[in-house]
């Protein structure tokens, strides 16, 4: 069935460094979505990527959506503590499926 | 404006015990889910509504059920609680919006509901 699989499980940045996640789908998406949830919170919405190639910016985060819509990438820049938290994507095939995300640690 | 609210937010059951978990959204979407997360594995859907009345099954829809009788309430149950069930649920809540050739979702989550089976 449709899933997205989202690399790497786990990210430790020192902080003031970039870093990349990734997110890949089996299948075509129709949107890719990216949440972000804190250590003990629930997860909240990011961004919504729709048309191909799409590429978005929110301050020092930066979200892309592959050409053939079947990848994304979320890179942060200047890495903060702030960032700290777990990063998923998730497509939408009449459902809303998950990635494992990609869980960030920030060494100060 | 309380968005997704989840009940209740801890509990303890013993192994063949049941219960409901519910979740109620006050922005009138369509769509209701369920989820349940553990270390490492994500965001694991259990089950999920179109709307009001109907139900479907998500990747792990084994030892739940659901209903949706109103639109604002989806209900998790737990027949015989197993301790493999040992987790924390989300419920989250989306409505769709389709323009300009694009598909355009946004979830809202509750604050989750942590469960231990023992």
């Known amino acids: 069935g449709q899933q997205v699989m989202q690399i790497p499980q786990y990210q430790h940045v020192q902080e003031g460094e970039d870093f990349t996640t990734y997110c890949n789908s089996s299948?075509?998406?129709?949107?890719i979505q990216w949440y972000k949830q804190r250590p003990g919170g629930h997860p909240v919405f990011l961004i919504q990527?729709?048309?191909?190639?799409e590429v978005k910016k929110q301050k020092r985060l930066t979200f892309q959506f592959g050409e053939a819509k079947k990848n994304s990438s979320l890179h942060i820049t200047a890495t903060q503590t702030t960032d700290v938290g777990t990063y998923f994507c998730a497509g939408f095939w009449g459902k809303l499926q998950f990635g494992a995300g990609t869980q960030v640690v920030v060494t100060p | 404006n309380a968005g997704v609210t989840q009940t209740p937010k801890f509990r303890v059951l013993k192994t063949g015990q049941s219960m409901t978990l519910l979740c109620a959204q006050d922005m009138n979407h369509e769509y209701m889910y369920w989820y349940r997360q553990d270390p490492g594995m994500g965001l694991r859907l259990i089950h999920y509504s179109v709307g009001e009345g109907t139900t479907a099954k998500g990747e792990v829809p084994d030892g739940y059920n659901v209903s949706r009788l109103k639109k604002q309430n989806f209900l998790l149950g737990l027949e015989s609680a197993a301790p493999s069930q040992t987790s924390v649920y989300f419920c989250?809540?989306?409505?769709?919006?389709?323009?300009?050739?694009?598909?355009?979702?946004?979830?809202?989550f509750g604050q989750g509901t942590r469960l231990t089976v023992v």
């Open positions: 989250a809540s989306t409505t769709i919006t389709t323009g300009q050739g694009a598909v355009r979702t946004e979830a809202f």
């Open positions: 299948t075509t998406l129709s949107n």
């Open positions: 990527l729709v048309k191909s190639g």
